[in-house]
């Protein structure tokens, strides 16, 4: 079993991994029809393909870290996925972040520390 510090790390990596591929799949999704000529149209995106590789990718790295270190520990930590969507929406999208949002960064990381041990 690895460290407690380097579980949460590759946690943290593939949490990393897969906000970005959200960010491919939002580029390369403009609308969608749920429709068989929209699912087929989606397959063939190349963005979407990437994104799903990435994720994949992602999803890699996540089951090391899995494998690595207790489900209680990793999941939680996996949750800092959202605060990575959050910045990539801010500093590509230009998306606002607002105090409400600033305050649920702050109690992700809290939680995240507080089930890891490290507070």
């Known amino acids: 079993m690895l460290d407690t510090a380097l579980i949460i790390a590759i946690t ?5 991994i897969v906000a970005y591929a959200q960010y491919i ?16 149209s989606l ?13 994949l990718a992602g999803l890699a790295v996540y089951l ?15 949750s800092s996925t959202f605060i ?3 910045l990539i929406s801010h500093f590509v999208f230009r998306e606002r972040i607002g105090y ?11 939680g995240i520390a507080l089930v890891s041990g490290i507070l």
């Open 12 to 16: 943290l990596i593939a949490a990393a």
């Open 25 to 40: 799949f939002k580029k390369g999704v403009h609308r969608f029809a749920l429709s068989p000529s929209g699912i087929y």
């Open 43 to 55: 397959a063939r995106n190349r963005k979407v393909i990437e994104g799903a590789l990435i994720y």
């Open 64 to 78: 090391v870290a899995l494998g690595s270190g207790s489900l209680s520990l990793v999941y939680p930590a996996f």
């Open 84 to 86: 990575f969507v959050i």
């Open 100 to 110: 409400a949002r600033l305050a649920g960064i702050l109690i992700i990381i809290v």
